[in-house]
């Protein structure tokens, strides 16, 4: 029974708004369910183009946002723990919308996932899915990688809405991660050029980047572009395991020797012990091998998951109140949470499931995490 009845919301305490909130998420994943089952069942009936004209036509939304619901639909079809967990609200639908579809890209466990996504946020979630992926795929992911490739696709052209060009493109995680760092680290060079009283936003920042980097290609390239290669060193089989790039996005083992012929690759072996990690009070900012050990262990910034190339480091202990600029002391933060921190009163706190991480804290938050709180039933 999919059922949220309306009620005056000013009257609510927050626990009520947030158990409110709960309940509108469990409402939304049965409905996903619902909508998944329809439009499964008309494209089984007549075919994934009716179903896909069918959705358009009643519900009144893009082509492409129908698209990919049908094309989630009939993934779901073979996903039946997935399928009963949003059923049950017990999944959100965001998420289990990646698992329909990386079912498209490999052979996935479905049980598996379902179980993972009723405990993990978004983007924890999210990388889940892509080890995942990469672990059952053929030949350590370069198979999926080269599908990948054959999907990149870019386009330029002038809006009719508003006359303005637009690049749209998208590309596989190989070509789309060297992409980004180049993109972030001129991104970074302008930054340090501009007068601090009028910056403009991060995304005219990013335009004015990429702009600069096809119409400049002589000017000097930004410091700091070097891509964040990870990879674990198997002691018992000697050699290299789960490479992933700073995100925690896999990549195959075999694609590290490509990247190494043209790009700049930094070795750093990071070892808590060797006490390179630890500068007390003798530097403020962190040192490039601490926030590549940053980036390692934190995947992006400790609130919203934002890249590593676009966080800053933050003192867990403030640094003007003695705080040491140690490995244990610092975080990684994106400018948006960094300001949390510092004036709404967020804090950094252990992460309740992942051992030796981070997560960021509003000031009045009630026991218990809110990622998974959010979705168990009311008591
Ligand atoms: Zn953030």
Not at 197 to 225: F, H
Not at 298 to 318: V, Y
């Amino acid at each position: 029974m999919v059922r949220v009845d309306g009620v005056d919301v000013s009257g609510l305490c927050d626990a009520g708004l947030r158990s409110r909130l709960g309940e509108i998420g469990r409402a939304e994943s049965r409905l996903a369910a619902m909508k998944a089952d329809v439009l499964g069942e008309l494209a089984r009936r007549r075919g994934n183009a009716n179903a896909e004209h069918t959705a358009k036509e009643t519900l009144s939304v893009s082509g492409r946002a129908v698209r990919s619901d049908v094309k989630a639909a009939v993934a779901m079809g073979e996903l039946d723990a997935t399928r009963e967990a949003l059923a049950d609200g017990r999944v959100p639908a965001g998420h289990a919308q990646l698992i329909a579809r990386a079912a498209g890209d490999a052979p996935v466990d479905d049980v598996f996932l379902a179980e993972r996504a009723q405990h993990e946020g978004h983007d924890e979630f999210r990388r889940t899915v892509a080890r995942h992926v990469a672990e059952v795929s053929r030949n350590d992911g370069a198979s999926l990688l080269e599908r990948q490739r054959q999907q990149r696709s870019a386009r330029v052209f002038t809006s009719r809405d508003n006359g303005m060009v637009v690049i749209n493109g998208q590309f596989d995680p190989v070509t789309g991660a060297r992409l980004a760092s180049v993109i972030a680290a001129t991104e970074r060079q302008l930054y340090h050029h501009e007068d601090p009283e009028s910056r403009p936003t991060p995304v005219q920042r990013t335009a004015d980047a990429i702009a600069k980097l096809i119409c400049e290609p002589d000017a000097q390239r930004p410091t700091g572009t070097s891509l964040l290669v990870f990879a674990d060193y198997d002691m018992v089989n000697h050699r290299l395991a789960d490479t992933r790039f700073a995100d925690g996005t896999p990549i195959p083992i075999s694609e590290i020797a490509r990247i190494a012929v043209d790009a700049q690759i930094l070795p750093a072996i990071f070892d808590d012990a060797t006490g390179d990690l630890r500068m007390g009070r003798s530097r403020r900012t962190a040192t490039e091998l601490q926030r590549m050990a940053l980036a390692l262990r934190d995947e992006g910034c400790i609130g919203c998951g934002t890249h590593p190339d676009h966080c800053r480091s933050h003192h867990i202990d403030f640094w003007h109140r003695g705080g040491p600029t140690d490995y244990a002391n610092l975080v990684l933060v994106c400018h948006g949470c960094h300001e949390k921190i510092h004036q709404d009163g967020f804090t950094v706190e252990p992460h309740r499931t992942r051992p030796g991480r981070f997560r960021l804290q509003p000031p009045d938050e009630p026991a218990g995490d809110p990622e998974t709180a959010s979705r168990a039933p009311p008591p």
